[in-house]
């Protein structure tokens, strides 16, 4: 089943074309990488899937309904591309930021009081950030912070998590356990991952499905048929690696 | 401090006082994250626009106040989303309209006089019971409206494009966020006057965030400091024979320094 369908979108800022006739499905279950070089629309494609930009033509469909139509906001989760780019002063615990996303008013008397307290403490064991709940989210450092993003992204319990370059800034061994972290919920939780990524490295390691983007789709399908296509000689030719393997 | 209790007067000053305190202090911590802490000053130019189109069309000022303050609350909101002002300039262009045409029609008006300086520098010892209980009700409204949109509230002054995704009507609750501080700053007239109501706003709740490690905390904090200032003011105020307005801000501004020179020293645990 098509978690989220897109149809022929076309987007420009400032009459500066972004995205031209894009078409994009994602179906329950998928890790899919949005790969791409800087510019490619990657992220204008994420926010055009969530209603956070409007299309100049084309047609969403999220769970089943156009986008205008949708409700269901907690059925799907999102770590921007500057989640960690928040004031470092901002005077909020790991608990607030993950509890903030549950919108419940008894958080007032306390994020971790009433109802919400074993739903948050449940996000952050998901993502190994637990015994840090009562830190301020400033302190953390930044693959820590990524976490706890996760974490508010699982803590209504979501059918897919949107990620946008989640792991700029963030060194090597930590970006591998993060990575590893989204192959549990992925294969686990069952809980379908879309990622927004210019590493095609990451790629490889982990995801099922590609769709590369440079403001049309060049490729969409699956990992293996992707290290086979065109569109991965091109990236390959401009100067990025990719080693095909089977998942 | 006991005096405070032996007048009729005195108790209504502080029932009033601390109410709307803590109502400009809830949303100072708001505000201040927001990089808002600027509209408070704003508003109460705006409000003195208000409170002098009152006397001009002899009508209740405050409630004349409480009308252009909202009205100019939304205005700013919709220039600075609509013009793609940077910064505090929507804030800096309705203030000084708001002053400007505060000192026009007060001066058509004849009425630079007593009344206005009571709204200019406040006049809480002189508070009615009717003006007691419409302070008190509208800041109960107000700290209402904020613990039923709390989460939100947070989820937006955090991460705005985040909790657009999650559902948050981000628009409605900047709508209702200008609205909340403009009654409050009119609100704040009365205890601290048009020239230093932003600092009701604006001081507690930057005291509050020198020392909290959560943003409960910090509200927490703000809402204590700015009942103790109120408390502790009109005390000074009672003992020394000066303005309420200018003690309670003075006394706001103290605890804020304390607060600063114990995060300096670390005198709280804050992982």
């Known amino acids: ?247 | 401090m006991a005096v405070l209790f032996q007048y009729g007067f005195l108790q209504r000053a502080v029932l009033a006082g601390v109410f709307i305190a803590v109502a400009c202090a809830v949303l100072g911590v708001f505000l201040i994250l927001r990089k808002d802490a600027m509209i408070g000053h704003g508003l109460s130019h705006v409000a003195f626009a208000g409170v002098a189109l009152g006397l001009f069309l002899n009508v209740l000022p405050l409630a004349a106040a409480l009308a252009v303050s909202v009205a100019g609350a939304l205005a700013i909101m919709r220039l600075k989303d609509r013009a793609g002002l940077y910064g505090d300039t929507a804030v800096g262009i309705f203030s000084s309209l708001g002053l400007a045409v505060g000192i026009l029609l007060a001066t058509l008006a004849g009425s630079f006089n007593v009344d206005l300086m009571a709204y200019l520098f406040g006049d809480v010892l002189a508070i009615d019971p009717l003006e007691v209980w419409l302070s008190v009700g509208l800041a109960a409204v107000v700290l209402l409206a904020v613990a039923l949109n709390y989460a939100r509230l947070l989820f937006m002054t955090f991460d705005r494009e985040s909790a657009r995704v999650s559902g948050v009507g981000i628009g409605r609750l900047d709508a209702l966020l200008m609205v909340l501080t403009a009654v409050t700053i009119v609100l704040g007239m009365k205890v601290a006057g048009i020239l230093l109501v932003a600092a009701l706003i604006v001081i507690p709740a930057a005291a509050g965030l020198q020392l909290a490690s959560s943003f409960r905390m910090a509200v927490v904090l703000a809402a204590a400091v700015a009942a103790f200032s109120v408390i502790a003011g009109l005390a000074l105020a009672v003992r020394l024979d000066v303005p309420a307005s200018a003690s309670v801000v003075i006394i706001c501004f103290l605890v804020f320094a304390v607060f600063s020179l114990a995060k300096g020293k670390s005198i709280l645990p804050g992982r």
């Open chain 1, 1 to 247: 089943m098509d978690l989220i369908k897109a149809s022929g979108v076309t987007f420009s800022y400032d009459g500066t074309p972004v995205l031209l006739d894009v078409s994009l499905s994602i179906r329950e279950g998928d890790f899919l990488a949005i790969i791409g070089p800087n510019g490619s629309g990657k992220t204008t494609l994420v926010k055009i899937l969530l209603g956070l930009l409007r299309p100049s033509a084309g047609r969403i469909e999220i769970m089943g309904r156009p986008l205008h139509d949708f409700t269901d906001w907690r059925a799907i989760g999102y770590v921007p591309q500057k989640a960690t780019h928040f004031d470092p002063l901002f005077p909020a615990s790991v608990e607030e930021v993950v509890g903030m996303a549950l919108l419940s008013n008894s958080q007032i008397l306390g994020p971790g009081r009433g109802r919400s307290k074993g739903t948050v403490v449940r996000a952050l064991r998901q993502v190994g950030m637990e015994p840090f709940r009562s830190w301020r989210i400033g302190r953390l450092s930044g693959g820590q912070q990524q976490r706890v993003f996760i974490a508010r992204a699982l803590v209504t319990r979501p059918r897919v998590i949107f990620l946008d370059e989640p792991t700029t800034g963030v060194d090597a061994e930590t970006q591998s356990r993060f990575y590893d972290m989204l192959d549990r919920l992925n294969k686990d939780e069952g809980i379908t991952i879309v990622l927004v990524t210019h590493d095609i490295g990451i790629v490889n390691r982990h995801v099922n499905q590609v769709a590369c983007l440079n403001q049309r789709m060049s490729y969409h399908g699956s990992h293996e048929e992707f290290c086979r296509s065109e569109a991965f000689r091109d990236m390959v030719g401009q100067g990025d690696h990719l080693v095909a393997h089977k998942h």
